[in-house]
């Protein structure tokens, strides 16, 4: 291969800046009168073997420069890139490769790496292009650069192949990657860890939730959800975002989590537990804010009793496909202290589905937050199903994929509208306590005949009016009026409730032998499965206690 045709279109060449250096030259000596190449007798005598002439970019042995480059060279020309020379380094690591046959069967490892189209790319372009760290046949990978090779009228007519080996950087890319996706896991395993591993299955919902972490970063975020089952038949139903990105967010998130289950055992309006989060918040960290809702269902009021810090709104589909937005009232995020939290409440009728969710699944970067929201309302106008089904379809219409980048957390929860055999799993009964010494009696009453309707064995009914004359005598003693009876049974328990106008809550204390009263609480907790109090929103109180129905019950109900 004559070489000495062949030049490499680089910007600023040396060779031309050399051709202009020596054209200068020759000219200044032709004005002297000396010879071209001669040498200035004032400066010949100072010539030593040390200080020869450096040749001219065109006189260096262009091959066995090649030869000598450690990274990897090839030259191919014409339009099926016939081999014209490949170096020794090429040779060390490919092998012998024969001269003038076609770069396919040539170059077997440039076919396969799939850097033939851009050779054919480089050749009609006449421009250069870079494929940047692959891994080739023998193991090690290359950046490989191919340039175009021009005749001297300027005709595209070959490609100069260069490969320099970068499997160090290659290898240590991928331990970095590898370190980055480890600490993304333990990051994600954390997250996973502080949220419920099951969701409590509370009697008159059905629930289901998922998390996707973003999958940008290897920091995940601070979004959770939790379910709490407050006894009474009342559901509470949590989810919040903490903000920041990191173990630290995940951590603070915990510490929520866990709060908020604490303080929901106290059986406090939701404005209320959001108070406390508030100041909790704060003591955890006074730079991380959260956002959270916090929502009370209650089978008997029918309705969604909510209280919101800076979160995005609950949406309610009703069961003809209306959809609702809860969107007042919302107080501002948790920790920044100061703020007096409301509750409100927004209609969960039988048969009508709620949306909790966090920014993830509406914000994007080129839209709106409010068009995301209403984005949100539309899938859910047209979602049916079983709240998983509900669940996946919301994510899936939000385009949440694995590489989203961000935390995504939904939790649907549905009212289902029983009829038929299962309806009459489900049942009510109430009675308005007027003061005096008939009220007890008339409680016991009713007590066993609806006891005694709902199928209930012997023992089961037995305790079930115990447990009414109980709690009826404690507020009879201790109440004002209004006061009211109301007895609930479910697929799984039978609930006892009476409610009167005092909101002083009893407790749970040891009768001495000669005391005459202070065991009625005392004796409800020890038939029924569990009990508990609250005040109530109007004023009062509410006592109530549960039993767990035994499978036969349930069977008879169902027959």
Known sequence: MNFTRWSARLPGTQRRAAARTETAAAVTQERRGESPGAVPAARAEHLTDEAKPIPALDELPVREVLDRVPSLVALVHGPDHRLAYVNDAYVAAFGVRPPGEPAREALPELAELGLLPLLDQVLRSGKPRTLKSRKA???????????PVMEGDGSGSGVLVFATDVTDHAEAAERLRASERRQRETAVTLQRSLLPQELEEPDDLRIAATYHPGGTEAAVGGDWYDVITLGGGRTALVIGDVMGRGVRAAAVMGQLRTAVRAYARLDLPP??????LDGLATEIDANQIATCVYAIHDPNEGRLVYASAGHLPILVRDENGAVERADEPTGPPLGTGGWMHASGSIALSPGSTAVLYTDGLVERRDEDLDEGIASLERALAGATGTPQVICDRLVRTAGVTADHDDDVAVLVLQHPARTGPDGDLFRNAALELLGGVEAAPRARAFASGVLTSWRFPQDLHDLGVLATSELVANSLQHGTPPMRLRLRRTDRRL?????????????RRRAEPADESGRGIAIVATIASAWGSRRTPGGGKAVWCEFVLPKAAVDAART
């Open 137 to 147: 046949p023998d193991g090690r990978s290359y950046t490989f650069t191919c340039t």
């Open 271 to 276: 404005h209320e537990v959001l108070q406390l």
């Open 495 to 507: 609930i006892i409730e009476v409610t009167d106008g005092d909101d002083h809550l009893p407790r």
